[in-house]
């Protein structure tokens, strides 16, 4: 009976050196076995109802510091926990803990989400970087076929036909330049005096087709590019809410 109050007198000096709201000492059963903390009501409340669960709540989310003069453990909350609602209620500690843990568990899935989203537009990127070419061949294929039956319908020899748009061709996969607007005004004439049918000109159709294809190409970028900043928007929040104050 002696050893008993002896015991707990020695528990109330301990306790009566807390600092900052920790009026209590508690000892730990599951994260430190046989350790002493200085803690506040509520945190001793949590680890009484709550177990191991509770007092892995306290173990994260207290100070840790070391008393100087106990040389015990400190599971005061910090600054920016004052003055909360958690402090002196170990249930709504325990809820404010958890709740922490379930933000936490679902900035890990945004992250998760973000980073399948960045990966399947990455995949999306190269497939349009693929596509693109594939369209861009089609339309100068359908170009050469225009030639052959402009220059077999006016007798213009191809070469002349393709003169004033190939070097455009071959360097930007479009034909839209000045210059190159410029040399289809000359081959025009001569296309339209001898074959009505060539009143657009190969060139304009040329341009019209490599510039709906880079048109459609652009607007794609755009829109992955988009898409993607949300994504890495999306991965910026959740890693800052992981850096939060629940663990």
């Known amino acids: 009976m002696e050893g008993r109050t002896l015991a707990r007198n020695h528990l109330s000096a301990l306790a009566n050196k807390g600092r900052y709201g920790d009026t209590k000492i508690a000892e730990s059963k599951f994260v430190k076995p046989g350790a002493l903390w200085h803690v506040n009501e509520g945190e001793k409340k949590a680890m009484s109802l709550y177990g191991a669960e509770g007092?892995?709540?306290v173990h994260n989310i207290g100070s840790g510091t070391i008393n100087?003069?106990?040389?015990?453990?400190?599971?005061?909350?910090?600054?920016?926990?004052?003055?909360a609602a958690v402090i002196g209620a170990g249930v709504s500690l325990y809820s404010a803990?958890?709740?922490?843990?379930?933000?936490?568990?679902?900035?890990?899935?945004?992250m998760r989400a973000a980073d399948a989203g960045l990966e399947k537009l990455q995949g999306a990127s190269e497939s349009l970087d693929k596509t693109i070419e594939a369209k861009r061949a089609s339309a100068q294929q359908d170009y050469q076929m225009q030639v052959e039956s402009m220059s077999a319908q006016t007798g213009i020899r191809k070469e002349d036909l393709q003169k004033q748009t190939q070097q455009a061709i071959n360097q930007s996969g479009m034909a839209t330049s000045g210059t190159v607007e410029s040399g289809a005004s000359s081959m025009w004439g001569r296309i339209q005096a001898s074959h009505e049918a060539g009143r657009e000109g190969l060139t304009s159709k040329l341009g019209k087709a490599m510039g709906d294809i880079e048109g459609w190409y652009e607007g794609e970028k755009a829109r992955i590019k988009s898409e993607s900043q949300k994504f890495e928007n999306q991965k910026k929040l959740a890693q800052e809410q992981q850096k939060g104050l629940f663990e």
Not at 68 to 76: A, D, H, I, S
Not at 97 to 110: C, F, N
Request: proline residues 6%; charged residues 35%; negative net charge.
């Open 68 to 83: 100087p003069e106990t040389g015990l453990e400190e599971k005061f909350l910090p600054a920016v926990m004052a003055g």
């Open 55 to 57: 007092e892995k709540m």
């Open 97 to 110: 803990w958890k709740g922490g843990k379930e933000a936490k568990s679902q900035a890990g899935y945004e």
